[in-house]
């Protein structure tokens, strides 16, 4: 079972940028679809992008795109969110998630603010 590990968050000014990681342990990093989630304060979990494990497609929710670009290096068995031009309703506690036939596996989060 894939054990999932995000850093890269902190704090930024607005039209400022951070690139997040998610780095996989366990198992072969490349069978797995991988997906960024974040969670405001008081709201629900939303998608934010995601990544094919065998095209390497891509998929943005409205408020990424243009904006946010999200990759793989299987080698290191890491998934990047690159975030630019933040803003402060991009403030959350982001979550990468990867997925198999099997299930769903999440990693513990981590957190951004984006002051205005």
């Known amino acids: 079972q894939v054990q999932l590990v995000e850093s890269g968050g902190g704090s930024v000014q607005a039209g400022g940028f951070l690139r997040l990681s998610c780095a996989a342990s366990?198992?072969?990093?490349?069978?797995?679809?991988v997906a960024w989630f974040r969670q405001a304060p008081g709201k629900g979990r939303e998608f934010v992008a995601m990544?094919?494990?065998?095209?390497?497609?891509?998929r943005y929710a409205e408020s990424a795109k243009g904006r946010f670009t999200i990759a793989r290096n299987n080698a290191e068995n890491t998934v990047y969110l690159q975030m630019n031009s933040l803003k402060s309703e991009d403030t959350a506690v982001y979550y990468c998630r990867a997925s198999d036939y099997r299930g769903f596996y999440w990693g513990q989060g981590t957190p951004v603010t984006v002051s205005s």
């Open positions: 366990g198992t072969r990093f490349s069978d797995y679809s």
């Open positions: 990544i094919n494990w065998n095209d390497f497609g891509t």
